[in-house]
Each structure stands twice: as structure tokens, then as C-alpha cells.
């Protein structure tokens, strides 16, 4: 309902504003993240890599102190492993109880 006072003719002027704030927010933030993305992604995975590698690491052989700890990880890293092995230059699995391959 309008009051006859023209309140309403300044919402889609306001909501348009608005759209062109958030598309020149976005843009902005695409024009400064953009060239990065490729860095962050493989940081990312170096950093997953690395945490794969030490919930792993008792079952490779490295005594780990917090295994105890680390172990109810395992789960969360079998869809992963098979990627990961792979990626370390391990043709099959290294280990005996996971069989990806």
C-alpha cells in the first residue's frame, strides 16, 4: 500500500543501488583474489598433503607421539587417499589395510 507520498518510488531506486554496490564489490574482489586463486588452491593441498601425512604416519612407519589423537581422522582421509598416494609418487597403496588401487 502507498501513503500517497512516493515512499516507495525510493525503494527500487535503493534496491538498484544496492545491486550495483554488490556487483562492484564483487568485481573488486575477483579483480584482487583472481590472480591468487591457483597460489591458494595449491597451498591448500600442499597444507592437506602435509595433514594426510601425519594422521597417516604411524601407519607408514613414523612413530607419531599423537597418534592416539590422529586416529579418528582415518576415516575422513580414505576418500582422499587414493588422490593423495598418487600425488607423493606412490604408484599402489603403501599401506596393507586401505586397498584403493
Not at 2 to 22: E, H, I, K, V
Not at 35 to 48: G, L, T
Request: one cysteine or more; a negative charge.
Amino acid at each position: 500500500m502507498t501513503d500517497g507520498t512516493g515512499s516507495n518510488a525510493a525503494r527500487p531506486w535503493a534496491m538498484d543501488l544496492a545491486q550495483r554496490w554488490a556487483a562492484f564489490r564483487d568485481g573488486l574482489e575477483e579483480f584482487y583474489k583472481g590472480p591468487y586463486r591457483q597460489m591458494f588452491a595449491r597451498e591448500k593441498r600442499d597444507e592437506d598433503d602435509f595433514f594426510t601425512l601425519i594422521v597417516l604416519g604411524e601407519a607408514l612407519g613414523v612413530p607419531d607421539p599423537a597418534a592416539y589423537y590422529t586416529a579418528e581422522f582415518l576415516p575422513s582421509l580414505y576418500q582422499d587417499f587414493h588422490a593423495w598416494h598418487r600425488r607423493m609418487g606412490m604408484p599402489d597403496s603403501p599401506l596393507d589395510h586401505i586397498a584403493c588401487c
